[in-house]
């Protein structure tokens, strides 16, 4: 899959999954899930044991998911994801090295930015998006706006804190795409293995980008405790 082809999935679909779990196991289940409810796009974060190898596992079982690697701090790790199959890389923050890394390697990189001049230095860097984090803590959605009315030609991603009520704002505001953690991938669905549960929100989340876009009402709420 070409860096242009995972830009425009991403770009297509409006949602990047951010996996950040305690084991593989669960991990691995939390992306098929995602998959099977047409949802094709993993952030594997480095945090979870064993992330370098679950990125190549996915990549080999499913070559159509855009799997990446989240939480990539520095070049070091960035040169070791893209090696085991990541198609794009990202981070809460910017780091220089990363950016230059993935720009070098050919794959697409979304560093973390919040501030102006952060954003802007991201474009400049060479990111292919720039992840808004943490949008919710400044603003969230008409942060976003004030964003894309000053810098259009830059393409942001909402992260931090974006929910199941604010999803469709994030977009409605210009954001290119949602990163969406805890809010897609609940602790319970993972603890009593309910994949059902996952492919529910990951509809519904998908229902509300789709709604966002085309300006009509967006879906309600649903939530599982």
Not at 14 to 24: D, E, H, K, Q, V
Not at 179 to 185: A, D, M, P, T, Y
Not at 200 to 223: C, D, Q, Y
Request: with cysteine; hydrophobic share 45%; charged share 20%.
């Amino acid at each position: 899959m070409t860096k242009e082809e995972v830009r425009a999935r991403i770009e297509e679909i409006g949602i990047i999954p951010a996996i950040r779990l305690a084991s593989t196991e669960d991990a691995r289940f939390a992306a098929e899930a995602m998959y099977r409810a047409g949802l094709p796009i993993a952030e594997i974060t480095m945090t979870i044991p064993g992330a370098l190898e679950l990125i190549s596992a996915l990549r080999r079982d499913f070559p159509d998911m855009v799997v990446g690697a989240g939480t990539v701090l520095d070049a070091e790790t960035a040169r070791r994801a893209t090696r085991a199959g990541a198609l794009f890389i990202t981070s809460t923050g910017m780091d220089i090295g990363v950016v230059g890394l993935a720009v070098e390697e050919g794959i697409l990189v979304l560093p973390g930015a919040l501030t102006p001049t952060e954003i802007i230095n991201a474009w400049k860097a060479g990111a292919d998006f720039v992840k808004v984090f943490p949008c919710a803590s400044l603003g969230g959605d008409s942060y976003i706006r004030a964003l894309k009315t000053a810098l259009p030609q830059i393409r942001l991603i909402a992260g931090g804190g974006v929910q199941q009520h604010t999803a469709g704002h994030y977009i409605t505001a210009g954001a290119s795409a949602i990163g969406v953690g805890k809010e897609l991938i609940t602790n319970e669905a993972i603890r009593l293995r309910k994949p059902e549960w996952i492919l529910e929100l990951a509809r519904r989340f998908m229902g509300i980008v789709k709604n966002a876009r085309t300006n009509t009402p967006s879906a309600n709420v649903v939530r599982f405790k």
